[in-house]
């Protein structure tokens, strides 16, 4: 039931947009791999523009709710699927046929029906599949512009190859970067972009898990934990904060927690439990009053996000730019170490009140800013591209 229900949620979201004959429509050029960058920004676009005016070159069937078989050059045998939030959410299917796929968008650039071009990653299949179109790209004089949402701060090799208009970073370190936003000595821009979150979905999960009520749940946990172990010190965070918690300590001011990890050591006679799937890690979310992020192998995750969005984000200080970053004790609560962290949980797990309204806060900072419609916004604002003309 939850995912027949949601699916309808979603979709009246998708296709209630307005649909304006005279809109053009963005080219989305994808890999099959996947990649939560991208598919933020194409979920974003989908939801900004509507289905019909983003089309996926080749299309990319784990965008449609169809895991997705393929053979590459380093992958014989990839397989794709959906990524968590994509299903039960599918978008409809691209309007232009797969056999027909290249002349047809060959066509629609000559046309003039374009109005931008996304490389979804520098990654080799998207730079073939843009060598294809390049002859019509250049002759429909649109803006292109290239996502990058690898880990770390080294740029894509295709972005010196193509030279997009705009490269779209997700990750920007402080030192190494002195600023947000900047053009590169070869007249490339270079803006940060970092992940968002996936917010018509997360609500429709809520909304059927509490009978039509998206921000209503009652917080019966006060500290949630779930993450896999891509870097080491998440582990250490995850069994500090486990036994610091009220089933483990017999300190008065200690917090009661759900902590996961995708270690299934972790969860041997200690307690901890193993991830959850993602309709019931966002409940948790909602459920618990404050949500703990940690770095991965890179500085950003999808976590910090989500969370900010269903609940406080108690996280570790990010050292990447974030365009309308959140502002610690306003919209977030930041740690130092492992220590600090406990701290903070047991300082804070009392203080509904103060929660609640930072919570509030946060969570209009990430609608406005941060949801993956916003996010699409940006990529149009930084291109210079007016998507309503």
Known sequence: MLRCT????????????KQNNVMKKVLFITHPESDYGGAFLYDGLRHLLG?????????????????????IRDIPNGVTGPLPWQFPFPYPLAHVPENETENVVKDMLRNGEFCIVVMESGRYCAVDAYNILQNEIKNAGIPVVMHDGEDGDHFHSAAEQIHPHVLLKRELTWGKYEREDFTMHDGMRVVAFPFSAPIPEMNAII????????????????????????WPERRNLAHGLHSASSGQSNDPSSYDSVIATSDTTDTDGIGMQTLFNWPDYVVQMHKAKMTVSMRGWGWDTVRYWEAAYLSVLLCDRVQFYIPNPLQENVHCLCYNDINHAIQLAKDWHTRDAELIEMQRRSREHITQYHSNEARARRMFEVAGVNYNA
Not at 6 to 17: E, L
Not at 51 to 71: A, C, L, M
Not at 216 to 223: I, M, V
Request: charged share 15%.
């Open 6 to 17: 949601a699916y309808f949620f979603v979709c009246s979201i998708t296709t209630k947009r």
């Open 207 to 230: 909304a059927q898990y509490n009978n039509g009520k998206p921000s209503t749940l009652a917080r019966t946990c006060d500290l949630l934990l779930a993450c896999g172990i891509t």
């Open 51 to 71: 289905y019909t005016n983003v089309i996926d070159y080749p299309e990319k069937k784990s965008y449609h709710g169809v895991v997705h078989t393929y053979s």
